[in-house]
């Protein structure tokens, strides 16, 4: 199995709202990653998890975070959101790395709308 | 001036074309070189990857990388409609690291 799922596939809030993202994964990979994807950009690194701890924060907003509660699972938590967050969200994963591994597989995404 | 350099398109071909794809970066210290394809309202898949100089081949992809020019490339032999995407160039100093991506070439294949 080579895929990453991601659920919602869409995700529609209020700025006052509090919600999750999923990523799932059963590759036996120990590195998990979220990303940001802006409309005609490239995908933005948020978070590392390697062996299910954080490694990589990237200086994102508290609103977002993180969460690895197994090899297998990240969540995305998602408070007090503000529109200019709008964007797709994708997870992906691969063998652990110092940073970023090389082969990395992505997830669909969330497509989320903050209101 | 940015890490990876990337011309967007949109770019348009008739099925059968070959496409050319390019990225320039300046930092040097690059060893690794990725293609991405990433099709509309979908996440990245990753195409193949290089080490250091050289050409890499995979069915209809073709990758190369020119160190000495800082420049590396994608072709796409007999262009089909499904290659339809986005390509994402992405580069990394070691196996590991940061990795710096372009901002994509969008194209399109038509029939």
């Known amino acids: 199995d080579t895929e990453v799922t991601q659920t919602p596939k869409h995700l529609v809030m209020g700025m006052t709202n509090k919600k999750s993202l999923k990523c799932e994964q059963h590759m036996g990979h120990r590195a998990m990653y979220w990303y940001k994807q802006k409309a005609k950009k490239p995908p933005e690194l948020m978070f590392v998890?390697?062996?299910?701890?954080?490694?990589i924060n990237e200086s994102v907003p508290s609103r977002f975070s993180p969460e690895c509660p197994n090899s297998s699972l990240l969540n995305l938590h998602l408070h007090a959101l503000q529109p200019e967050d709008s964007a797709l969200y994708l997870c992906?994963?691969?063998?652990?790395?110092?940073?970023?591994?090389?082969?990395?597989?992505f997830g669909p995404g969330t497509r989320l709308t903050v209101l | 001036q940015k890490e990876v350099e990337q011309d967007p398109g949109p770019l348009s071909v008739p099925e059968g074309a070959i496409v050319s794809l390019n990225c320039t970066y300046s930092?040097?210290?690059?060893?690794?070189f990725m293609w991405y394809r990433q099709y509309s309202r979908k996440g990245p898949e990753l195409l193949m990857y290089t080490y250091s100089s050289g050409n890499k081949e995979d069915g209809r992809f073709t990758a190369q990388v020119d160190k000495s020019s800082k420049y590396i490339s994608l072709f796409i032999r007999d262009s089909q409609p499904s290659d339809s995407a986005t390509y994402l160039c992405?580069?990394?100093?070691?196996?590991?690291?940061?990795?710096?991506f372009g901002t994509g070439t969008s194209l399109t294949v038509i029939p």
């Open positions: 992405a580069m990394s100093a070691f196996t590991g690291n940061q990795f710096y």
């Open positions: 998890y390697s062996y299910e701890k954080l490694s």
């Open positions: 992906a994963s691969s063998q652990p790395a110092r940073r970023q591994g090389i082969e990395q597989f």
């Open positions: 930092n040097s210290a690059f060893q690794y």
